[in-house]
T-cell receptor, first 110, second 116 residues
Framework: ELKVEQNPLFLSMQEGKNYTIYCNYS?????LYWYRQDPGKSLESLFV?????AVKQEGRLMASLDTKARLSTLHITAAVHDLSATYFC??????????FGAGTRLTVKP | GAVVSQHPSWVICKSGTSVKIECRSL??????MFWYRQFPKQSLMLMAT?????????EQGVEKDKFLINHASLTLSTLTVTSAHPEDSSFYIC????????????FGEGSRLTVL
């Protein structure tokens, strides 16, 4: 069964700093998603990564995928308070099944 | 993007009663929908895969008689929590895949259930 490991689980950082969240998975995947969740809300889709070497950027967030290493990263550049949320990676395998990482709770402090 | 709507957004009920949650794909047809459960400060756990016109596929450890899923049409799946108890209190989220276009997964807004 597919296992998805995300780290760190909790992250507190100051505004203006950079950091990377990692997502490792255990078997071949069809595609990988990154989601953001604010407290009490559902998931907001950030990125979908389909192929090895894929890199996508939106504002201060950049996601990449290395299918050989079974690793995806979500890099935060010059963090701002508005980025405070929980971030989940989710891996799709067998074309239909999706498994989520445990989530990374990010707090950005002034 | 495509829209998935969940109803109700939150519900409080007494122990022993049943609660129905609806998940609708508003602008696309979804032959498959997924139901997740999320406890506070935890990740989403897949409960079951809902297939239009056939029985749902439940994940291991999920009681099918407790969580009844009906996918009666291409745009509607319902989750009924039967004889709810306080331990069923959770955030329930549905998702649907738009197979006809991008194949991307879209999530509903979530339904927060509190059982007293």
């Amino acid at each position: 069964e597919l296992k998805v490991e995300q780290n760190p689980l909790f992250l507190s950082m100051q505004e203006g700093k950079n950091y990377t969240i990692y997502c490792n998975y255990s078997t071949t995947s069809d595609r990988l998603y990154w989601y953001r969740q604010d407290p009490g809300k559902s998931l907001e889709s950030l990125f979908v990564l389909l192929s090895n070497g894929a890199v996508k950027q939106e504002g201060r967030l950049m996601a990449s995928l290395d299918t050989k290493a079974r690793l995806s990263t979500l890099h935060i550049t010059a963090a701002v308070h508005d980025l405070s949320a929980t971030y989940f990676c989710a891996v799709v395998y067998n074309n239909n099944d999706m498994r989520f990482g445990a989530g990374t709770r990010l707090t950005v402090k002034p | 993007g495509a829209v998935v709507s969940q109803h109700p957004s939150w519900v409080i009920c007494k122990s022993g009663t049943s609660v129905k949650i609806e998940c609708r794909s508003l602008d696309f047809q979804a032959t498959t929908m997924f139901w997740y459960r999320q406890f506070p400060k935890q990740s989403l756990m897949l409960m079951a895969t809902s297939n239009e016109g056939s029985k749902a596929t439940y994940e291991q450890g999920v009681e099918k008689d407790k969580f009844l899923i009906n996918h009666a049409s291409l745009t509607l799946s319902t989750l009924t929590v039967t004889s709810a108890h306080p331990e069923d209190s959770s955030f329930y989220i549905c998702s649907a895949r738009d197979f006809q276009l991008t194949g991307e997964l879209f999530f509903g807004e979530g339904s927060r259930l509190t059982v007293l």
